[in-house]
């Protein structure tokens, strides 16, 4: 159930300070949109807004307009609980619950919404979510050990198992391989190539190959000067942005020659 | 989005065959986006109306104690919010907004003893908070008047005396943990006991330092420094504990620039560790003064108490601030009152000195923490 | 430090006498608290030993060491009991209201108000027990015996005083919650961030993502912090010494006229009227008194130190 989103003139605040302003950009279902750009331009700050996990920061808020399906995520009466349910969202470093077992990470969303469910459903809804994290065939011997025993790579696509099993309209990912091995960035990244086809995704990377690799669509954030707020800069076909991008600051950012 | 040349390039050539994800059964939805959810004035009132119900109840039929209101509105307004919320907003925020109510009770349940014990001191004490209190002992004195001039004078010579032995001991003991010992075995067994000193109860402390000085001075003496002994085995562990904490937080740059200049260890430490955390300590340390200023059980078994003014600890009995008021509460002559009302008075002052040292150890350490940009 | 500077530096330095000295007095001063410690537990029995070996006709009682100390400690562990009851549940929720509900900026201040609440000396705690709660519980004692009588520990007279076992547990609690907060306080700020987001982004409620993060990684925590209060709660003398209303014997009935002491009020109330055998009988309680907290602290930090195995913290 991929929703386009559309993003409406959005500022982003820590407090007084303004970290990020006036993007405006359409994110397309289906399809894995890559967020790049140097660090503190507000490329996660951005993310984090599109599931308001921005605001679980003390003093941070946004202005503006995010649209899921022409739905306003910010419209006053909307509950953030319920967003995050059909945003979801995977984090720089793996997180599974140190305490749960693999399979209770699995349905640790689904139990938060559905007050009973039979069992053998439960362990459909485990075996495919693992599956469309491409980690049944690694994991299904020892659904009962702790979620903290499998390696980097392993965790990070239990967390992604774990995000999609509430089964959310758009998956956000932030720097999901920044923690992990070339082999288990690999992995990842095949997962994200599979899982477009259901999900709207959106990945922030420092990698630039990384973004040229699994992105259909890309955006550049950019600081136009230490202590102004980030903004977009330019936002097209990967391909586009790689090959011949249109702004002198993003060249210069993909050729290296900054940031 | 035609992109398949740019992935053709950039990807591996061996992939692994995509596996097929199979339909899986979808969750129930119970949390739309948009929901109804209950407006601020809705809980507020529920509030209002719940506290007043609960003011009604205790006008009526029960009573007006505040433990009682509170948890007459708590309940009311709990019930209120979790029905309303439960229709309104579905179950899952009604249990959210449930706990929100009953950890907020908790931490108001918890303010109302303070509160009520300052009430109560303070409305019973005041009465005697007066000069004569503060310059008079209790020497002849039968029925009104007199004072705890003495159980002042006693309290400020056994808590000197305690600090004296303490600061030094505990003080050393967190240098040598933090700086000397590196992990070894004495280190160990030594943070070990230091918690294990930590948990001895207070009249133990007490009855560890008379059967002590049954060895110097036999059975039944009674003597300042006896009680100082018992107040030092409970202090030492107090300001090993917050001294060691405080050590710690040094960071080990500072230690080394000081090595590289040259410095040797004591003098580094002494210079420039300690230098660096003495805020840290002097808070730790007057805490570590407020908590046994008020000691009572290891007083009353060491020190006794007398009625007039002692100031040699090391022979005879002295009066003190707790053990006065204690005695002063518990063998009253007849009339009760002017014993009740002097046992208050000394609860009072006692309770400002404690207050006083806590505001002190605060302001201390807000003033002169190091600008570490913590 | 011109002094150190001065000198001539190589393998053959001369010794330090400062760094020697200071070295010395470190060492010394942690060694100065294992005998003290030693001290406590060899004095405690050399002068509890004339009361050991006493005949059982000549204890205080009449009947032995062990039936003159066993009541004591039944309600030494009964009071403590009653009051961890009460401050588990209440200290989970104040720290879990400081650290997760209340605003930020005030979060510390508030701690400091529960922390206040350390400061006041027992000895007051007492007073205002005998003044403000007896007075207060006597209604809660009489429905309790009303509706709840079919239970031991609600007898069909409740004490008109008020000073009740109920009443050394309330206060007791009272105690004790501000060292119990402080330990839970302590470590719900140290939940990791990670696992308080991942929660969120799966659409947690904030009391969901207490229970999915919060509560698993500081629930060893919170036993620890029980023992410790509970620690607490065994050796405090002089609220109880004052509240408390005793009767010799093991008395079930805790809003009743009749309440088993503890032994620290025990000794509090008979040490200073007390000579020759008896001060050796008061002695061996407190050394009971002193291997049972002994023995609670120690399964604290042993919770503690285990902590890291089964809390899964990187």
């Known amino acids: 159930m991929a929703k386009r989103i559309d993003v409406k003139d959005l500022d982003m605040y820590y407090g007084d300070f303004l970290a990020v302003k006036g993007v405006t950009m359409t994110i397309e279902p289906r399809a894995v949109t890559a967020l790049i750009g140097p660090s503190g331009c507000g490329k996660s700050t951005f993310l984090r807004s599109l599931n308001r996990m921005h605001e679980v920061i003390p003093g941070a808020y946004v202005k503006g307009e995010v649209l899921v399906d022409d739905q306003n995520l910010y419209a006053p009466g909307v509950d953030p609980v319920g967003v995050r349910r059909r945003v979801g969202m995977v984090f720089q470093r793996p997180n599974p619950f140190p305490t749960m077992s693999i399979y209770d990470n699995v349905v640790a969303g689904v139990k938060l919404n559905s007050k009973r469910m039979k069992k053998s459903d439960m362990d459909d809804l485990v075996e495919a979510s693992l599956k469309g994290a491409n980690l049944w065939s690694e994991v299904k011997d020892r659904l009962a050990k702790p979620g903290s025993g499998l390696s980097g790579g392993q965790q990070q696509r239990l967390c992604i198992a774990r995000t999609i099993a509430v089964k959310p309209d758009v998956v956000l990912m932030d720097e999901p391989c920044s923690a992990l091995d070339p082999i288990s960035t690999l992995a990842i990244e095949d997962l994200i190539n599979d899982l477009k086809s259901e999900y709207t995704i959106v990945i922030v990377t420092h990698n630039m190959q990384q973004a040229a690799r699994v992105s259909d669509m890309t955006g550049f954030f950019n600081l136009e000067a230490t202590g102004q707020p980030g903004r977009l800069v330019e936002y097209d076909d990967t391909q586009k942005i790689f090959s011949n991008p249109g702004q002198k600051a993003t060249e210069d950012y993909i050729s290296g020659r900054f940031g | ?374 | 430090m011109s002094t150190t500077s001065a000198k001539p530096r190589g393998v053959h330095d001369a010794p330090r006498y400062g760094d020697r000295i200071f070295a010395g007095a470190a060492t010394g001063a942690g060694v100065i608290i294992l005998l003290v410690l030693a001290g406590v537990a060899g004095f405690l029995l050399w002068q509890a030993l004339p009361a050991l070996t006493a005949s059982p006709e000549d204890v205080r009682g009449g009947k032995g060491l062990f039936e003159y100390i066993y009541p004591l400690a039944f309600g030494t562990i009964l009071t403590s009991v009653i009051a961890l009851v009460i401050a588990t549940p209440l200290s989970v929720g104040i720290a879990l209201f400081i650290t997760h509900y209340a605003p930020r900026r005030i979060a510390l201040a508030l701690g400091y108000v529960v922390d206040l609440l350390a400061a006041v000396p027992s000895i007051i705690y007492g007073l205002w027990g005998v003044y403000v709660v007896a007075p207060a519980s006597v209604p809660v004692a009489t429905w309790l015996s009303n509706w709840l009588g079919f239970l031991p520990f609600f007898g069909p007279s409740p004490s008109a005083s008020g000073r009740t076992t109920l009443v050394v547990g309330v206060v007791l609690a009272i105690m004790i919650l501000p060292v119990m907060t402080a330990v839970n306080r302590e470590v719900f700020l140290q939940t990791p961030r990670l696992h308080e987001e991942a929660s969120l982004a799966l659409g947690a409620t904030r009391w969901e993502m207490i229970r999915q993060a919060v509560l698993p990684f500081g629930r060893s925590a919170v036993i620890s912090g029980a023992m410790l209060g509970l620690g607490r709660a065994l050796g405090e003398t002089m609220a109880v010494a004052i509240i408390l209303s005793t009767a010799v014997g093991v008395h079930w009935d805790i809003i009743g006229t009749a309440n088993s002491s503890t032994i620290a009020a025990d000794i509090a109330l008979q040490f200073p009227e007390s000579s020759g055998l008896d001060v050796n009988t008061l002695i061996a309680a407190g050394l009971v008194l002193f291997f049972i907290t002994l023995l609670v602290n120690m399964a604290a930090r042993w919770v503690v130190s285990r902590r890291s195995e089964f809390s899964g913290a990187n």
């Open chain 2, 1 to 374: 989005m035609p992109d398949a040349d740019l992935h053709a390039l950039d990807q591996p050539a061996v992939r692994p065959v995509p596996q097929p994800t199979p339909a899986a059964p979808r969750p129930p939805t119970d949390t739309p986006l948009l929901h109804r959810r209950l407006p601020r004035f809705a809980t507020l009132g529920m509030l209002a109306a719940s506290l007043a119900v609960a003011i009604l109840l205790g006008l009526t039929v029960w009573s007006l104690n505040p433990v009682a209101l509170l948890l007459e509105t708590a309940v009311l307004y709990g019930v209120a919010v979790f029905v309303t919320s439960s229709v309104v907003e579905g179950r899952r925020n009604a249990v959210d907004r449930l706990v929100t109510v009953v950890v907020t009770t908790f931490f108001l349940l918890a303010l109302l003893p303070l509160v009520s014990v300052l009430i109560e001191v303070v409305g019973q004490g005041y009465q005697r908070f007066d000069l004569t209190f503060f310059t008079y002992s209790m020497r002849g004195v039968v029925g009104a008047g007199g004072g705890a001039y003495a159980a002042i004078v006693g309290t400020l010579i056994i808590t000197a005396l305690t600090t004296a032995v303490s600061v030094p001991i505990g003080i050393l003991t967190a240098v040598y943990l933090v700086e000397y010992s590196k992990g070894g075995r004495l280190g160990k067994v030594l943070t070990f006991f230091v918690d294990v000193m930590t948990g001895i109860p207070s009249i133990v402390a007490g009855l560890f330092a008379v059967a002590l000085f049954v060895l110097f001075l036999g059975p039944g003496a009674r003597a300042g420094i006896i009680g100082s002994v018992a107040l030092s085995v409970l202090m030492i562990p107090v300001v090993v504990r917050s001294t060691e904490e405080m050590l710690r937080l040094v960071p080990n740059e500072l230690r080394e620039a000081s090595y590289a200049l040259g410095v040797s260890r004591w003098r580094t430490i002494t210079k420039v560790v300690l230098r660096t955390a003495v805020a840290g300590i002097v808070t730790g340390v007057t805490l570590a003064v407020a908590r046994i200023i008020g000691e009572t059980a290891p007083l009353l078994v060491t020190v006794g108490t007398t009625t007039s003014t002692n100031t040699n600890p090391f022979s005879g009995r002295m009066a003190t601030l707790p053990v006065f008021s204690y005695y002063e509460y518990a063998q009253p002559g007849i009339p009760r009152e002017p014993y009740l009302d002097r046992a208050w008075a000394a609860a009072l002052t006692l309770i400002i000195i404690v207050m006083a040292l806590n505001l002190i150890a605060r302001l201390v350490s807000r003033i002169f923490a190091p600008k570490t940009g913590r």
